[in-house]
């Protein structure tokens, strides 16, 4: 089972810009599938971006898409989100995620197996 530790929240205003760093350990992170969703205070959790074991594809929300860019290092284990352009609808609690499944088109939070404990971003107008 790999353990996930999602790092970089913080307070931004809007317009800003942000980076999240997810850092694994204990599996094999190349075998795996990432993925960030999001979740804001009275709202289920979604689907932000999620990122192919090589890197080589990328799919994000609608909400997200040109701002939003998600990259991951295999060699140091850790998959990144780079926000910019932030709106203060980006307020939310930011979670890593990671499944065994090759495909990145899968957006529903139950097909993916591990979690990072969630990290605060908050966006001010």
């Known amino acids: 089972q790999v353990q996930l530790v999602d790092s970089g929240g913080g307070l931004v205003q809007a317009g800003g810009s942000l980076s999240l760093s997810c850092a694994a350990s204990?599996?094999?992170?190349?075998?795996?599938?990432m993925a960030w969703f999001r979740q804001a205070p009275g709202k289920e959790r979604e689907f932000v971006a999620s990122i192919s074991w090589s890197g080589d594809m990328r799919y994000y929300a609608d909400s997200v898409k040109g701002r939003f860019t998600i990259s991951r290092d295999n060699a140091k284990n850790t998959v990144y989100l780079q926000m910019s352009s932030l709106k203060p609808e980006d307020t939310a609690v930011y979670y890593c995620?990671?499944?065994?499944?090759?495909?990145?088109?899968?957006?529903?939070?139950?097909?993916?197996?591990?979690w990072g404990q969630g990290t605060q971003v908050t966006v001010s107008s």
């Open positions: 204990r599996g094999t992170f190349s075998r795996y599938t």
């Open positions: 995620a990671a499944r065994e499944a090759q495909s990145i088109m899968e957006h529903s939070p139950r097909r993916y197996d591990y």
